[in-house]
């Protein structure tokens, strides 16, 4: 069973920046896909970014520019930067971990922008 953490979600103002990281358990580490969702209040789950095992990279139109992620195997993290956050992004943010068809979540990081 592949677990996943989210960390490092909070309040932050508008323009500001938040690191979100996403630990998952394993040894393929390296080959898992990590996607990041987020769930606005009131609204449905809708993909952010992924990285691939290959360390392909793509991004929802709403973050391409000021959002990034990448991936640092070697500590079976996946980190997703957010810059110039604006209310839009207020949400849950989650993270996913896939291999070979098998999916594992997270529970989820609060991000909260706002004044």
């Known amino acids: 069973q592949v677990q996943v953490v989210e960390s490092g979600g909070g309040l932050v103002q508008p323009g500001g920046s938040l690191r979100l990281s996403c630990k998952a358990s394993?040894?393929?580490?390296?080959?898992?896909?990590i996607i990041w969702y987020r769930q606005p209040p009131g609204k449905q789950r809708e993909m952010v970014a992924l990285v691939d095992g290959g360390n392909r990279r793509d991004y929802a139109d709403s973050v391409k520019g000021r959002f990034s992620i990448s991936r640092d195997n070697a500590k079976n993290t996946v980190y997703l930067q957010m810059n110039n956050l604006n209310a839009d992004d207020t949400a849950i943010y989650y993270c996913k971990a896939s291999f070979r068809g098998y999916e594992y979540w997270g529970q989820g990081t609060q991000v909260t922008v706002s004044t």
């Open positions: 394993g040894r393929i580490f390296s080959a898992y896909n």
